[in-house]
């Protein structure tokens, strides 16, 4: 026996470990199971967790794809449950162009307005604002863009709580401020109930009360893009012959930045890769860029869809480069009056005295005159 058993040394060594391994790969397996069924409900936890808690866009961005083969229609309707993303402008503006093809929607869509603020840093108007839009929660969303310093800090219960875009440094009539205009759109558009897009600034109010706005906007034939053809050096003394043939000069516009676009021309501007070089390398000071990109570039794309009027107010009476700021010494029945009824204009082909919805510049010290009179002057 000793001498069988030493005969072959290795069949018993190798039995021992076949013994042996079979032991050890089984424990080396429950090991590793446990491994993979703590990390994915440790994973499926924190997905709840930050869902609920709306923050850490790194944790969704990254884990939820891995989730989305087992979407249904819900993923694609609900808006997005946080702002803060980590596309960069390449990534975001290549998502919000994706558009559905179909004439309907097979859920109940209520059109909502995006209001987008284009912002240094605080909304000094923010009380004027909350208490205009006050109960109308289905029908707007709000997205703020200011200086990437700046650190909002408004309460939960406030309707810009959360509401802060990705944002990077936008200066005045350069190509930065039209590319924060384009995130303001591209971030909005990533809810399919955003209907209307609406740019406003710090130094914006409303006009009129909410329902007033809405049905105004809603049941326009036109979006509201400021739009002209003006002769002299401000405005095709502007144009740049190196802009031709994509831009000739008698589809040279010039139009307020303040502008109200439907869906269809928010994707129109944000997938433009044809115009924008140009206006980026032949449009620079003094040729300022957010009075003349989306407004020419609309004029040639789609004309018929164009009221050529913006619906925000502003003063250039007193001359300058830069519009009359209204204080608190301004603000009165009458002045609100004067400057809704200013002039006349077409809605629908039709004239009309409401031409205007919205109006700037208003300084923080006009707010509390403002309020004051707001139910009265402005119907809310
Ligand atoms: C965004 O990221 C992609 C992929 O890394 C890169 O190709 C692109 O140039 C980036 N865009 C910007 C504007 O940084
Ligand atoms: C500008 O003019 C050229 C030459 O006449 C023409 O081919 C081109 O289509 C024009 N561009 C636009 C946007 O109309
Ligand atoms: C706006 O101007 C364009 C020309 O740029 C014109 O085709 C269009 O009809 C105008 N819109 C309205 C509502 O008059
Ligand atoms: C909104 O304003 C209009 C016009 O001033 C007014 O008739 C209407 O009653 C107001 N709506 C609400 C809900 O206050």
């Known amino acids: 026996m000793a001498i069988e058993e030493g005969k072959d040394p290795g069949i018993a060594s190798r039995t021992n470990q076949s013994r042996v391994f079979p032991m050890r790969f089984i424990q080396f397996s429950v090991l590793c199971l446990c491994l993979i069924l703590g990390v994915s409900v440790f994973s499926l936890y924190t997905i709840r967790y930050f869902k609920v808690q709306n923050v850490a866009p790194v944790s969704q ?30 990534e975001l503006l290549w998502r919000a162009s994706f558009a559905p093809r179909r004439k309907n929607y097979p859920f109940k869509r209520v059109p909502k307005i995006a209001f987008m603020f284009l912002t240094k840093g605080p909304l000094p108007m923010a009380p004027l604002w909350e208490r205009f839009f006050k109960g109308h929660e289905s029908l707007y969303s709000i997205y703020i863009h200011s200086l990437p310093t700046y650190t909002a800090d408004f309460p939960p219960s406030s309707v810009f709580y959360s509401r802060q875009i990705p944002s990077q440094i936008a200066e005045w009539g350069r190509m930065s401020m039209c590319d924060a205009e384009r995130r303001l759109l591209a971030n909005a558009l990533l809810d399919i109930s955003n209907e209307w897009f609406i740019l406003l600034s710090e ?7 909410f329902s007033v706005v809405y049905r105004y906007i809603s049941r326009s034939r036109y979006s509201f893009m400021g739009s002209f053809d003006e002769p002299g050096p401000y405005g095709r003394g502007r144009y740049n012959g190196n802009m031709a043939p994509e831009v000739n000069l008698t589809d040279w516009r010039k139009g307020s930045q303040w502008f109200e676009v439907n869906r269809q021309l928010a994707i129109k501007i944000i997938e433009d890769t044809t115009y924008y070089p140009k206006f980026r390398e032949f449009c620079t000071p003094s040729c300022y860029v957010d009075e003349h990109y989306f ?63 919205f109006a700037r510049k208003f300084a923080p010290s006009a707010l509390p005159p403002l309020l004051e009179i707001a139910s009265r002057a402005l119907g809310f």
């Open 203 to 209: 130094a914006c109010i409303p006009l009129a009360n």
């Open 295 to 357: 407004q020419t570039m609309l004029s040639i794309e789609t004309p018929q869809l164009l009221a050529n009027r913006s619906l925000t107010y502003v003063d250039w009476s007193r001359g300058g480069a830069h519009p009359a700021t209204f204080g608190q010494a301004d603000i009165s029945e009458d002045f609100i009056k004067k400057i809704s009824g200013s002039k006349t204009c077409l809605y629908n082909d039709q004239e009309t005295t409401v031409c205007f919805l």
């Open 61 to 90: 961005s990254k884990i939820l794809p891995c989730f989305q083969e087992t979407s249904n229609i819900e993923t694609w309707i609900r808006p997005p449950s946080t702002l803060l993303h980590t596309m960069n402008d390449t």
